[in-house]
């Protein structure tokens, strides 16, 4: 039983990092009929932002003699690289994706891995072949419940997550910008005539995704605390088959999909030898998605696709 | 004007002609012994400790007034030749040296992508080459006259439960490892084997692999937890150890956590942190905590060029040793060329229990050595402390 829980909580923070990032894969992929294969990467950009927000702020607190709880400085650090990444969203859109809108569908897809290229060499050339590690703005305290282990920064990593899909569940439920993604989702061509700019309304939608990324990618830093520049990609992939299978226009959907792969991916190496755990855990997405081809929550809607 | 033409073409003549004389009684009386190293190119560091190792031991040769063979004091003459770290120089490096330079054995070169292609060129020239920091089977594989300073891979694995078993008496082992690199999982696999010979069948209780860029081991772990093992053994590269480290701690694993020679970077224990404190891997040779000869040499190397030698640099300096020793054991040279060739690789092969500052050594049939490796602690204060010398 312990062997279990311990594998549960396992799978809840792994799948934290899937939800995380197949939001933002999912909302481009509802709104906007578009892959953003640079997500990924957004993800890997967001989490060195935030390692050098982070650093930045703990010299900054160090030359100004002040002592800060470290919780403080690691919930300043996530709103601040949110921020930076959503501006970085804003400027893929901007750059990748508005100039190519009536170009061929696969030159946006082709665009979108070229920008994941060069953000992942540009860092690269920036900072280098060494490793990064992330600082350890919280330390780690280690609970134990019988013989199951978790430690703060699960908990943390868990709860942050939760609460920032159920609050941009609320976004795209309540507010009037929500409103107008989720008409841009239901009839896309429909909605700029009603007067919502299909320029807001992408780089928005951009900002949001990149922001979600950014966090995961400070909360992967927090638990996995060895940054490189291309650790994005698989993870991205990963989250891709997680927003797909959530099915489109559920924002939702993504999430739960994301925390049953991480559940999927954990609990196959638990029964199975670990050298199979891909190799089982896609041969069963596969067959999810070969009975419900729309994923989860998916409506059948045109596969025609638009920008 | 033709009296100064005339002084100057009689006086150039006798330089000459001194010159040659010189050179001539040289060439039989001078040992040379070549050293093929990297001094630019990718990886200077390790032509430069190559280069300084040979050197120092020069020194003490000099100071002796030569190397004695049989009943003759020889001076020695070191040929240094830049290999650029690429294949194609070392091979040009290695034909050079021995076509033209006329030397006895050579020293090096120390990657394996350079040592098996040169190692190719002295074997077919019939004359000694040690490479004191290849690794790869490849280099002496069927070369009777190239042999090599460090431990190979399937010697490493033996070392590593020898260790374990002696020191803490375990029986249940776990390993994890990447199952889509060839140096761990090879390593696993020569773990496995060796742990399952000491300990019966079914003593690896937990063999867990994961795949590169994995970042999650957590599941893993908790299989590797819950089976009971006593250790983990997991022979992987500095940023995958701090990662399996961390977790393998946080999900309660309290038991000892032990490693090969790839944890031997500095990186590791940056990355690492106080989570890495106090864990054991193994490895050629270990600066901090050495005694005797070792220590001796860390001494004088540090001394004279001002940093704490490298494993490299170790070795080359038990390699030069090496081929001293088989020079010196031939009990004279004939000064044909070919035939002392011969008599300095007939010598080295017979070599035994050379009491070198990486561990002593015998050669096998394959030029390999069988050797001991050494076991390494990380410190409190996060330094690769010498802890034990372990023989297979």
């Keep these: 039983m312990a062997f279990f829980m311990q594998n549960v909580i396992n799978a809840l923070q792994w799948g934290s990092f899937y939800a995380l990032i197949a939001l933002g894969y999912s909302m481009v992929y509802s709104i906007l009929m578009l892959f953003n294969f640079t997500h990924g990467d957004i993800f890997m950009t967001g989490a060195y932002i935030g390692l050098g927000v982070a650093t930045a702020l703990l010299a900054l607190v160090a030359a100004l003699g002040w002592s800060l709880p470290g919780w403080l400085l690691l919930v300043a650090t996530i709103i601040i690289s949110m921020f930076i990444t959503s501006l970085l969203g804003v400027l893929v859109e901007r750059v990748g994706y508005r100039p190519l809108r009536s170009a061929p569908r696969a030159s946006a897809a082709i665009t979108g891995l070229m920008i994941g290229i060069i953000l992942e060499y540009g860092n690269l050339a920036l900072l280098g072949t060494q490793r990064l590690s992330f600082p350890e703005l919280i330390q780690t305290t280690t609970y134990s419940v019988g013989s199951v282990y978790f430690t703060n920064k699960k908990i943390f990593i868990v709860v942050v997550a939760l609460l920032l899909m159920v609050g941009l569940h609320q976004f795209i439920q309540k507010s009037r910008w929500g409103m107008a993604m989720r008409a841009m989702s239901y009839d896309f061509p429909i909605v700029p005539l009603m007067g919502v700019s299909l320029n807001l309304i992408a780089p928005l939608t951009f900002a949001i995704g990149s922001a979600l990324a950014a966090a995961g990618g400070i909360l992967y830093g927090m638990a996995y605390p060895v940054l490189d520049p291309f650790m994005g990609i698989l993870l991205g992939w990963k989250s891709f088959v997680a927003a797909i299978l959530g099915g489109r226009g559920s924002i939702l959907g993504a999430a739960l999909a994301g925390f049953l792969l991480g559940f999927i991916e954990i609990f196959t190496t638990m029964v199975f030898p670990s050298t199979f755990r891909d190799l089982i855990a896609y041969s069963i997405i596969l067959l999810i998605l070969t009975f419900r081809p729309y994923g989860f929550f998916g409506q059948a809607h045109s596969t025609q696709l638009r920008l | 004007m033709r009296k100064w033409t005339t002084a100057l073409v009689v006086v150039l003549a006798v330089v000459l002609a001194a010159g040659l004389i010189g050179c001539g009684e040289k060439r039989q009386a001078t040992i040379k012994i ?53 294949a194609e120089s070392a091979v040009k490096a290695n034909t050079k040296m021995i076509t033209e330079d006329g030397v006895l054995a050579i020293i090096g070169p120390q990657a394996s992508k350079q040592a098996i292609p040169a190692g190719g060129v002295a074997n077919d020239y019939q004359t000694l080459m040690i490479s004191p920091w290849s690794t790869n089977p490849d280099t002496t594989k069927n070369r009777p006259y190239v042999f090599r300073g460090c431990f190979l891979d399937p010697f490493q694995g033996p070392v590593v ?118 864990l054991f891997f193994s490895t050629h040779y270990a600066a901090a905590g050495a005694q005797g000869a070792t220590k001796e040499f860390i001494d004088r190397y540090q001394k004279k060029y001002g940093y704490v030698p490298d494993d490299v640099a170790a070795l080359t300096w ?55 490796a050494v076991i390494v602690r990380i410190s409190d204060k996060g330094e690769f402390e010498f802890y034990k010398q372990v023989c297979p």
């Design chain 2, 34 to 86: 070549g050293i093929n190293a990297p001094i630019t190119g990718d990886i200077p560091k390790v032509g430069e400790g190559t280069k300084y190792a040979a050197q120092m031991w020069l020194e003490g040769i000099q100071a002796a007034g030569g190397l004695q063979v049989g009943d003759k004091k020889y001076p020695v003459e070191l040929v240094i030749e830049d290999n650029e770290a690429k």
């Design chain 2, 161 to 278: 439960a020898k260790f374990i078993k002696g020191e803490f008496g375990f029986s249940k082992a776990a390993v994890l490892y990447d199952v889509a690199s060839d140096y761990p999982k090879g390593l696993a696999e020569f773990f496995k084997k060796a742990w399952e010979e000491i300990n019966g069948p079914g003593s690896v209780v937990a063999y867990e692999s994961f795949t590169t860029k994995d970042t999650d081991f957590s599941a893993q772990l908790t299989k590797i937890k819950d089976s009971g093992a006593e250790f983990l053994f997991t022979p992987q590269y500095y940023n995958e150890v701090a990662l399996i480290v961390k977790q393998a701690h946080e999900l309660g694993f309290t038991q000892p956590i032990v490693g090969s020679d790839s944890w031997g970077s500095a990186e590791t224990v940056k990355l690492c942190g106080p989570d890495c404190y106090g």
């Design chain 2, 318 to 372: 038990d390699s030069i040793r090496l081929v001293a020793q088989a020079i010196e054991k031939t009990g004279g040279l004939t000064g044909d060329l070919k035939k002392d060739r011969q008599a300095v690789r007939d010598q080295m092969a017979k070599i035994k229990d050379f009491a070198g500052i990486t561990g002593n050594m015998t050669f096998t049939e394959e030029g390999d050595p069988i050797k001991c």
